[in-house]
């Protein structure tokens, strides 16, 4: 079944935690490439796959966050988007095997295109290229995240529907909360994100990022205003960050996390898993709740 097909028998599905934060626990030193992991060192970036796997995810994403040309280039990788993020989908199959699915990660570019410095086709095409290379390596969703502007967003889901056959996912990361208010950085309220989003052609939408995930209720809520039906993905971080010691520090325990997925199934979220600072043993936590 597609993942689509599993929302509309009302299956509240899990995806994975973090990428970023496992790497760096890995041995990923600052500066270093974390797409170039999936040639240089597979069986690590396999390993956390894997971790997902057995913590019971229903979706399994890349380590391909940072795989545009834009990114790659600042490494000198310019001329290996195609095979890093092929690799990056193969290692998540692998993993995930047929009965699960894999969310090929686009990110932000870096580029603006209110500032001038890209065109609309250049985006276009940094992210057709990425897409491809993901549906090639084993993706059957391409997952458009950490977004914060409707254009550059619009234009990664276009090349994504255009050309491949991937059910397309669309998280941003908003700031704020029920008082004030939720925008993303570059002033997008989740209302816009929907009724843009639907427009450019994503088949899901939601956030990521920036919360934690009691935070994300209240996100939830400002996208059932909106549409009361499209599917909506939640990944939380595991709190908000705080820096000790030289060390990024993420304080919401598994149970503590665990413990406000009733609230959110209930504000209406179809999809739900971890961002930064989550781990197996949160997703874990959270499986034991949706399977009540």
């Known amino acids: 079944m597609s993942i689509l097909d599993k929302l509309d028998n009302k299956q509240i ?3 994975d935690g973090a990428w970023g934060t496992f790497l760096q626990a890995t041995g990923l030193k600052p500066g270093e490439c974390p797409e170039l992991w999936n040639i240089t060192h597979r069986e690590e970036v396999l390993k956390i796959a894997e971790s997902y796997v057995k913590a019971g ?4 994403e890349t380590n391909s966050f ?3 040309i834009f990114k790659l ?3 000198g990788l310019a001329d290996r988007v195609y095979e890093l993020n092929k690799a990056a989908a193969e290692i998540s199959r692998a993993a995930a095997g047929k009965e699960r699915h894999v969310a090929g990660s686009l990110g932000p570019t870096g580029k603006m295109l209110i500032m001038g410095d890209v065109t609309e086709e250049e985006l276009y095409s940094a992210f057709r290229e990425q897409a491809v290379a993901l549906e090639a390596g084993g993706a059957d969703i391409i997952i458009i995240e950490t977004m914060s502007a409707l254009d550059e967003t619009a234009l990664a889901v276009r ?10 996912i669309v998280t941003m990361t908003f700031d704020g909360d029920q008082l004030s208010g939720y925008n993303t950085m570059m002033g997008v309220s989740p209302a816009e994100m929907v009724t843009a989003m639907k427009d450019a052609g994503a088949d899901i939408v939601g956030s990521n990022c920036g919360n934690g995930i009691e935070n994300m209720i209240g996100i939830v809520k400002e996208i059932r205003k909106t549409d009361s039906n499209f599917p909506v993905m939640i ?8 820096y000790i010691d030289g060390k990024t520090v993420f304080r919401e325990s598994p149970e503590m996390m665990a413990s406000f997925v009733p609230a959110l199934i ?27």
Request: proline share 3%; hydrophobic share 35%; with cysteine.
């Open 66 to 68: 940072g795989g545009s």
């Open 13 to 15: 599905l899990l995806s």
């Open 73 to 75: 280039s600042q490494y």
């Open 235 to 242: 990944q939380a971080n595991a709190g908000v960050p705080e």
């Open 159 to 168: 090349a994504a529907k255009e050309n491949t056959a991937c059910v397309i």
């Open 266 to 292: 209930e504000a209406g979220a179809n999809i739900i898993g971890g961002c930064c600072g989550t781990t197996p043993e949160h997703i874990k936590e959270i499986r034991k709740v949706i399977r009540k």
């Open 57 to 60: 995810s229903d979706i399994i």
